[in-house]
């Protein structure tokens, strides 16, 4: 600072002309403006903030929702560049011996009718026509041949038919078939079965397994029954010859599946309900029940039930379990209709129904439960009448006389509770709406056979018909007849309960 005011003073001298020197003598006083800091300028305010709002909320969540979520470890290592590590040569050789494999098994999946014939139509069928009829050639050339049993497995894929002549006298110790056949697709044969099985015997009855959808039962003319592999034709198991076997006709035969045991039981012309046990390839007989014309009320029999010594030979029988316990429905040839407590410690017949005049063909149980929570049994006999029973009391709740012929068989169709199909001499096949006796359908192919025996597929919407000349019809039921009305299962209800009320 000292140099920087001596450079000012002399400057200022040389600009007066004067000479300058150093020593004493006045001076003028020089001001210099600091400019090491500028002029602040402040200035006084106020700031006021506005009052803020609050507002207090309640969230309650009322659904939850779990999400499981898996992490990939690998992603890393199998989004990278470096190629996996194996062995190219056992590769080659693992995809070469599986090659065979897999070309056989698409080639299948090629040619499957599994799926065919299953699309949704856009356009309803409205009435019911035929889609199959059913003859093999070789039984085509047998004469007399008719059709005694018909059976469809769970998945209504395949229909099983047995076969026997009637009208021969020796007809039960004769040899017979059972033919399966494969009726979900495009690709089946009429005239050539699926498999055709060799028996030594008439089949009389047929079920399959209600969950193993390849096993058979079958109840033989000669009294034997019968377990059959349907995947390769082989019959597995049958039952032991004994002395307390079924020394007649198996007419009826039912699978009773009670967990992971698997039952049969079988009713026979010669009067005797036998229950069976099934396990691997094995039948062993657990209990032999016989229906004692004793425990039949005298006013609930016929004239040709009358004495001590009267067999009640059993032409049908058909299964209900209910709860715990399980009841067996049987039709006799003297036209008694009975129940059967299986459960029972000691079996026997427990209630009998009122009868009919003559022997009773048919009987099924309905799928569709009444307010009692408990199904209807409909019975038919040659007499030409038809029953509708409540399980638990004797009257009929509702008689029935589709036709002037004599009924050989009839069933309950699964999607209308206030219906049942009927088949009668003359070849006709009936639907009938029990609570008016009308006929909503008559199902005729112009023939003037025998309908000896029917069978409703599992899903209500088909029926296989078998007649008395060796021939099979399957009919697809139309819309019309496979529809129920919204107040049909009321009307059931109300009438059983009016019934009910009134014997109250």
């Given at each position: 600072?000292?140099?920087?005011?001596?450079?000012?003073?002399?400057?200022?001298?040389?600009?007066?002309?004067?000479?300058?020197?150093?020593?004493?003598?006045?001076?003028?006083?020089?001001?210099?403006?600091?400019?090491?800091?500028?002029?602040?300028?402040?200035?006084?305010?106020?700031?006021?903030?506005?009052?803020?709002?609050?507002?207090?909320?309640?969230?309650?969540?009322?659904?939850?929702?779990?999400?499981?979520?898996?992490?990939?470890?690998?992603?890393?290592?199998?989004?990278?560049?470096?190629?996996?590590?194996?062995?190219?040569?056992?590769?080659?050789?693992?995809?070469?011996?599986?090659?065979?494999?897999?070309?056989?098994?698409?080639?299948?999946?090629?040619?499957?009718?599994?799926?065919?014939?299953?699309?949704?139509?856009?356009?309803?069928?409205?009435?019911?026509?035929?889609?199959?009829?059913?003859?093999?050639?070789?039984?085509?050339?047998?004469?007399?041949?008719?059709?005694?049993?018909?059976?469809?497995?769970?998945?209504?894929?395949?229909?099983?038919?047995?076969?026997?002549?009637?009208?021969?006298?020796?007809?039960?110790?004769?040899?017979?078939?059972?033919?399966?056949?494969?009726?979900?697709?495009?690709?089946?044969?009429?005239?050539?079965?699926?498999?055709?099985?060799?028996?030594?015997?008439?089949?009389?009855?047929?079920?399959?397994?209600?969950?193993?959808?390849?096993?058979?039962?079958?109840?033989?003319?000669?009294?034997?029954?019968?377990v059959i592999d349907t995947r390769n034709g082989n019959v597995i198991a049958t039952s032991p010859f004994a002395i307390d076997s079924h020394s007649e006709a198996?007419?009826?035969?039912?699978?009773?599946?009670?967990?992971?045991?698997?039952?049969?039981?079988?009713?026979?012309?010669?009067?005797?309900?036998?229950?069976?046990?099934?396990?691997?390839?094995?039948?062993t007989q657990r209990q032999r029940i016989p229906l004692d014309i004793a425990f039949v009320p005298s006013y609930l029999r016929t004239n040709r039930a009358v004495?001590?010594?009267?067999?009640?030979?059993?032409?049908?029988?058909?299964?209900?379990?209910?709860?715990?316990?399980?009841?067996?429905?049987?039709?006799?040839?003297?036209?008694?209709?009975?129940?059967?407590?299986?459960?029972?410690?000691?079996?026997?017949?427990?209630?009998?129904?009122?009868?009919?005049?003559?022997?009773?063909?048919?009987?099924?149980?309905?799928?569709?439960?009444?307010?009692?929570?408990?199904?209807?049994?409909?019975?038919?006999?040659?007499?030409?009448?038809?029953?509708?029973?409540?399980?638990?009391?004797?009257?009929?709740?509702?008689?029935?006389?589709?036709?002037?012929?004599?009924?050989?068989?009839?069933?309950?169709?699964?999607?209308?509770?206030?219906?049942?199909?009927?088949?009668?001499?003359?070849?006709?096949?009936?639907?009938?709406?029990?609570?008016?006796?009308?006929?909503?359908?008559?199902?005729?192919?112009?023939?003037?056979?025998?309908?000896?025996?029917?069978?409703?597929?599992?899903?209500?919407?088909?029926?296989?018909?078998?007649?008395?000349?060796?021939?099979?019809?399957?009919?697809?039921?139309?819309?019309?007849?496979?529809?129920?009305?919204?107040?049909?299962?009321?009307?059931?209800?109300?009438?059983?309960?009016?019934?009910?009320?009134?014997?109250?």
């Amino acid at each position: 600072f000292f140099f920087f005011f001596a450079f000012i003073t002399i400057v200022m001298s040389v600009k007066k002309g004067e000479a300058y020197c150093f020593g004493d003598g006045p001076v003028d006083t020089i001001t210099v403006t600091s400019s090491w800091k500028g002029q602040t300028m402040s200035s006084e305010t106020s700031t006021q903030t506005l009052e803020v709002g609050t507002k207090e909320m309640g969230v309650q969540s009322k659904t939850y929702a779990t999400v499981e979520i898996q992490t990939d470890l690998l992603k890393t290592k199998l989004m990278s560049d470096t190629p996996p590590d194996y062995d190219a040569k056992h590769l080659f050789e693992f995809l070469k011996s599986v090659e065979p494999l897999v070309q056989q098994i698409l080639e299948e999946n090629n040619t499957s009718t599994a799926f065919i014939g299953d699309e949704e139509e856009e356009d309803k069928q409205e009435a019911s026509v035929v889609t199959r009829r059913l003859k093999d050639r070789n039984i085509a050339e047998l004469e007399g041949i008719a059709c005694t049993c018909i059976a469809w497995n769970k998945l209504g894929s395949v229909v099983a038919i047995g076969y026997a002549k009637p009208a021969d006298e020796e007809w039960w110790t004769a040899s017979s078939k059972l033919c399966l056949w494969s009726v979900d697709g495009r690709y089946c044969k009429e005239n050539e079965a699926s498999m055709a099985i060799n028996l030594q015997s008439c089949a009389m009855s047929l079920e399959f397994h209600p969950e193993e959808v390849a096993l058979l039962a079958a109840g033989m003319m000669n009294g034997d029954v019968s377990v059959i592999d349907t995947r390769n034709g082989n019959v597995i198991a049958t039952s032991p010859f004994a002395i307390d076997s079924h020394s007649e006709a198996v007419t009826a035969i039912r699978w009773i599946v009670r967990g992971r045991r698997s039952l049969l039981c079988s009713a026979s012309t010669d009067g005797h309900i036998i229950t069976w046990e099934y396990k691997g390839s094995q039948i062993t007989q657990r209990q032999r029940i016989p229906l004692d014309i004793a425990f039949v009320p005298s006013y609930l029999r016929t004239n040709r039930a009358v004495g001590v010594d009267v067999v009640l030979g059993v032409l049908c029988m058909a299964t209900l379990k209910d709860l715990h316990t399980v009841f067996a429905f049987v039709g006799t040839e003297v036209g008694i209709v009975a129940r059967v407590n299986l459960s029972s410690s000691v079996a026997s017949l427990d209630l009998a129904y009122k009868p009919h005049d003559g022997p009773v063909q048919g009987i099924n149980v309905s799928s569709n439960r009444t307010y009692t929570d408990t199904p209807l049994i409909c019975t038919c006999s040659a007499d030409g009448s038809s029953h509708v029973y409540h399980h638990r009391q004797s009257a009929p709740l509702f008689v029935l006389r589709p036709s002037g012929q004599a009924l050989l068989s009839v069933s309950f169709l699964p999607s209308r509770p206030a219906c049942i199909i009927v088949s009668d001499a003359k070849g006709d096949v009936l639907i009938v709406d029990i609570r008016n006796n009308e006929m909503v359908e008559l199902l005729d192919d112009l023939l003037q056979i025998s309908c000896r025996v029917l069978s409703v597929s599992p899903n209500g919407n088909a029926i296989c018909s078998g007649y008395d000349d060796g021939c099979a019809r399957v009919w697809k039921l139309g819309h019309s007849t496979t529809t129920a009305a919204h107040d049909e299962r009321r009307e059931i209800d109300g009438l059983c309960k009016q019934i009910f009320s009134s014997d109250q």
